[in-house]
């Protein structure tokens, strides 16, 4: 049978005694009685008690030595004890050693009684359900490192530098390699490259390989803010600091206390903010405007620019100290321009994004669009790679990616790359039919690339129907454009 109420077991050799406190408390609690140590042992034994309520003086075995043996063989049943004698040093030393919960003096009255005995039940519920809680954790704690694993290995397949795209020939191979060495040491890395490049990427790579994964990164661009600003912005401010500063505000590098922070373009702040960074840096806290004492931070720092520090270092624009303060470890992330067999790779990812964003599906993209793209020095790196798949996804009618689409700079670059490889077809060895072949292979292909894949124009400007076109594109294995 289920118990809905709180058992206990008065043990008193006195019988009226013991039906008075039964009558109290019969309302709010399941009662047993006993009339002697040994016959509450008994009950003990047969019944689940959760307080024992007893009377001091009883024949044979008082109610402070039974309450230390139940203390023993069932630890989790609260203990109290009822005396008329206030100066017994057995009760005191009952209750001086942890054995006993609580004293009553006899005369007891109902509702003190009653209050006492709500109490120990109270604090049996709390004692159970705290060993409960207590049980549930290691149960859950390997499943819990587990999930934490888990997490953080999905964080370093996400953002860890193996997740960079890079072909096998690539250099950025090298970059990751490096990364992934220095990532597991507590030092500042100063990241530098030009813009788009990917340098963020890498700073979080470093900290997803890190002891500090699961705690936060943030990201400050320093060139984007105005130094008086951006120390608010980095250390934060008290309220009342200055004009509109109405609450306390915690800055960046207690946001990132524990975890990582990437000063990106640090090569743009002031001499005046270098000093303070440098500080930072030197003692390991920071001072929130209008604040009295400097808080202290734990915080890898990492830092990038597209600036050659060492050389405004040699000018007097950037403080020698703060520049070797920041670049323990220094990584320099090739532009794309250097590395064009990673072009078809990111495109290719591009594409695979906005179709998931999109909800769109999309041909992988054709050998002579990956040409023209590897042609173009892409001198806004990555994002500006990114930009043009975005241009050709927007203009793209159907699922097939054109380079029809394609603006007009990357178009004309790959046209110019063509003119050095046409003079050279003249000088290939091989009997004239394949040498013309080949030459006129080309002239269509430049043809079509003028025209941005426009097969009614290029057919115009060759002095070709649209049929012949068309045989001509198969036959040289160029019929990849759009139609038009």
């Not at 960079?164 to 990751?176: D, K, Q, T, V, Y």
């Not at 207690?254 to 003692?283: C, H, N, P, Y």
């Not at 057919?459 to 139609?483: I, M, P, T």
């Amino acid at each position: 049978m289920t118990r809905t109420l709180p058992t206990v077991l008065v043990v008193d050799d006195e019988i009226r005694s013991q039906e008075a406190i039964r009558r109290t408390l019969e309302d709010d609690f399941e009662v047993f009685t006993a009339a002697s140590a040994a016959e509450a042992l008994t009950v003990l034994e047969r019944e689940w008690i959760q307080i024992v309520l007893c009377d001091q003086r009883m024949p044979g075995t008082s109610g402070v030595q039974l309450l230390r043996e139940v203390r023993e063989r069932w630890p989790d049943a609260v203990r109290l004890i009822i005396s008329g004698y206030t100066d017994s040093e057995d009760i005191i030393a009952g209750i001086n050693d942890g054995g006993i919960y609580q004293y009553l003096l006899k005369p007891w009255q109902p509702e003190q009684l009653l209050l006492a005995l709500r109490s120990a039940a109270e604090l049996h519920r709390l004692q159970a359900e705290n060993q409960r809680l207590t049980l549930d954790l290691k149960v859950a704690q390997p499943v819990l490192r587990q999930r934490v694993a888990g997490k953080k290995e999905a964080a370093r397949a996400r953002f860890g530098a193996g997740a960079l795209l890079r072909a096998p020939g690539s250099p950025m191979n090298a970059i990751c390699a490096l990364v992934d060495k220095v990532a597991a040491f507590d030092i500042p890395v100063l990241l530098t490259g030009e813009s788009g490049t990917g340098k963020e990427l890498l700073a979080r790579a470093l900290h997803y390989g890190s002891a500090r994964a699961e705690r936060a990164f943030v990201v400050e661009n320093c060139g984007a803010v105005p130094d008086t600003l951006l120390e608010s912005e980095l250390f934060g401010v008290r309220r009342g600091a200055y004009t509109g500063a109405h609450e306390d505000r915690e800055g960046l590098f207690r946001q990132a206390d524990g975890g990582s922070i990437l000063l990106d373009e640090i090569g743009e702040t002031s001499a005046a903010f270098q000093v303070k960074l440098l500080r930072v840096l030197q003692e390991g806290e920071v001072r929130p405007v209008g604040a009295a004492r400097p808080v202290a931070v734990d915080a890898r720092v990492v830092a990038a620019t597209n600036r050659d520090l060492e050389a405004d270092v040699r000018a007097g624009r950037f403080r020698e100290d703060l520049y070797y303060r920041l670049a323990a470890i220094t990584i320099a992330v090739p532009p794309l321009r250097e590395r064009p067999m990673d072009v078809a790779l990111i495109a290719q990812h591009f594409v695979s994004t906005l179709e998931h964003t999109l909800g769109r599906t999309f041909e992988p993209l054709g050998a002579d669009l990956l040409a023209c793209l590897a042609a173009y020095r892409w001198p806004g790196n990555v994002r500006e790679l990114r930009n043009e798949v975005l241009r050709m996804v927007a203009l793209a009618d159907g699922p097939r990616l054109s380079a029809a689409h394609l603006s007009p700079r990357v178009l004309h670059a790959a046209e110019d790359h063509q003119e050095p490889e046409l003079a050279l077809l003249a000088g290939l060895d091989g009997d004239l039919k394949s040498r013309l072949e080949a030459l006129e292979a080309r002239i269509v292909k430049a043809s079509l690339i003028r025209h941005r894949w426009n097969k009614t124009r290029a057919a115009q400007e060759l002095g070709l129907s649209r049929v012949g076109l068309r045989s001509k594109l198969a036959r040289y294995g160029l019929d990849g454009g759009a139609v038009q």
